[in-house]
């Protein structure tokens, strides 16, 4: 599986889009890009994926670059519940069930 | 709610002890998974049973012990733990088919933080 690589903390004032990169330049051609969340103390919560075109659903959208080397998750208006560790994971279709999480990015929302 | 449910959300247990945690889903998924996750660490796949059948075991220690009776249901059964395995144990579920995109999303319970003295 591809290896992510994402910066450890943002922040974003309330009410403003949240972009979220992570760069996965070694992605081949048939594994997905998911992305999940976890609130302190709480399982992660899966948000979205993608393999090749930009999704959007109620959480969030979801944009892959052309080469699929990095994509960016955007919250578009961010409030404090959005507050949490963000996740970007690449797995393999038809995979093993192996993900591999890193440390994800600490967003924190402010007031 | 995730459809997830863990029991107990805390446990604290002596190196002595024996202790089970408790995970059911209700989504009629196929797939159950348990995974740990220690202090500033990221997450480590332990197990995968599909259609109840262990598929995923990544050099877990023999003092822990899952048991999958059916689809809906997965314990890990705990005995002569380390102080070392105190974290918060995950359990989740996917459909299971291994086929990528939808079918792979992992639905998460809250999980079971345990403490080993």
């Known amino acids: 599986d591809a290896k992510t690589t994402q910066p450890p903390s943002m922040d974003c004032a309330e009410g403003r889009a949240a972009n979220l990169p992570c760069n996965h330049s070694?992605?081949?051609?048939?594994?997905?890009v998911y992305w999940y969340r976890q609130i302190h103390s709480q399982g992660p919560q899966y948000i979205i994926h993608?393999?090749?075109?930009?999704e959007t659903n109620e959480m969030a959208s979801l944009i892959i670059t052309e080469d699929r080397k990095s994509s960016t998750l955007i919250l578009p208006h961010a409030t404090l519940r959005d507050t949490a560790v963000y996740y970007c994971?690449?797995?393999?279709?038809?995979?093993?069930?192996?993900?591999?999480w890193g440390a994800g990015t600490k967003l924190i929302i402010k007031p | 709610e995730t459809g997830v449910t863990q029991t107990p959300r805390h446990l604290v247990m002596g190196m002595t002890n024996k202790k089970s945690l408790k995970c059911e889903q209700h989504?009629?998924?196929?797939?159950m998974y348990w995974y740990k996750q220690s202090a500033k660490k990221p997450l480590e796949l332990m197990f995968v049973?599909?259609?109840?059948?262990?598929?995923e075991n990544n050099s877990v220690p023999s003092r822990f012990s899952p048991e999958c009776p059916n689809s809906s249901h997965l314990f890990l059964h705990l005995h002569t733990l380390q102080p070392e395995d105190s974290a918060l144990y995950l359990c989740?579920?996917?459909?299971?088919?291994?086929?990528?995109?939808?079918?792979?999303?992992?639905?998460f319970g809250s999980g079971t933080q345990l403490s080993v003295l």
């Open positions: 989504l009629g998924h196929n797939a």
């Open positions: 993608g393999l090749k075109n930009n």
């Open positions: 994971i690449v797995r393999r279709k038809n995979s093993n069930y192996q993900l591999i």
């Open positions: 070694t992605i081949s051609g048939n594994e997905y």
């Open positions: 989740a579920s996917s459909q299971g088919r291994g086929q990528g995109g939808d079918e792979e999303k992992l639905f």
């Open positions: 049973y599909n259609f109840k059948e262990q598929t």
